[in-house]
């Protein structure tokens, strides 16, 4: 069975630092992928950045890179130069190639402070 | 190009009534989720379709949800009759594809809260 752990439920960072949201996750499946998304309080869920498992480099988009550790299984998100409108909670998922369901974790809220 | 699209944005029900909840995906997408996520909780995955097919349905409780995915297209997801613990936010997501790489990731809509009274 698949599973991701977020032990963060919240987080603070001042406006301009680096932050490092944790994700760890298990699965059976050779071949899986991990999202990370935002979900503003508006509600709806931002895709942000993919990792394959095959990948050799870790994901970047912006301000977006994924510390991908496939041997310690964690596929940690982190956002560099926050900014406050990056206050909002975030969500690790997974899919595999066998299961092929798209899970999410419990999130973690990410509050920036000026 | 136009985002998933979700109808009604909120509503209020009574214990007991039944209510449906409809999504329209972005285009040429053939994969559909429908998910559930609770106050304070992650998206937990209803359904899932490919297409007009049922990937997987293995958390939809069966006895008062309901969803069908007509010609692939637009998707509507029911439950009949509603209870208290139903009340949460309901999200559609669409992917280009299943499997792994950089088309699946899922976009979703801005759901549908539900409040069952």
């Known amino acids: 069975a698949q599973k991701i752990t977020q032990t963060q439920p919240g987080m603070f960072v001042q406006e301009k630092e680096a932050v490092t949201l944790d994700c760890t996750y298990d699965t059976s499946d050779p071949s899986y992928g991990l999202f990370w998304y935002k979900q503003p309080s508006s509600g709806e869920m931002i895709f942000l950045i993919y990792?394959?498992?095959?990948?050799?480099q870790n994901a970047t988009e912006g301000r977006y890179s994924l510390n991908f550790q496939k041997a310690r299984k964690s596929a940690n998100l982190v956002i560099s130069a926050s900014q406050l409108g990056d206050s909002a909670m975030y969500f690790c998922?997974?899919?595999?190639?066998?299961?092929?369901?798209?899970?999410f974790g419990t999130g973690t809220r990410l509050q920036v402070f000026p | 190009e136009a985002g998933v699209a979700q109808s009604p944005r909120y509503k209020i029900i009574e214990k007991r009534q039944s209510v449906a909840f409809w999504c329209n995906p972005i285009?040429?997408?053939?994969?559909l989720y429908w998910y559930q996520q609770i106050l304070g909780q992650g998206p937990k995955l209803l359904i899932q379709f490919q297409n007009n097919g049922v990937v997987d349905d293995s958390q939809l409780p069966k006895d008062r949800f309901s969803a069908e995915r007509l010609k692939g297209v637009d998707s509507t997801l029911k439950i009949q009759p509603a209870k208290l613990e139903d009340s949460a936010v309901y999200l559609c997501?669409?992917?280009?594809?299943?499997?792994?790489?950089?088309?699946?990731?899922?976009?979703f809509g801005q759901g549908t809260r539900l409040t069952v009274v």
């Open positions: 998922a997974m899919r595999g190639r066998d299961t092929d369901k798209l899970i």
């Open positions: 997501a669409s992917s280009l594809q299943r499997g792994q790489g950089r088309d699946t990731e899922a976009f």
């Open positions: 285009s040429g997408h053939a994969t």
């Open positions: 990792q394959g498992s095959y990948d050799q």
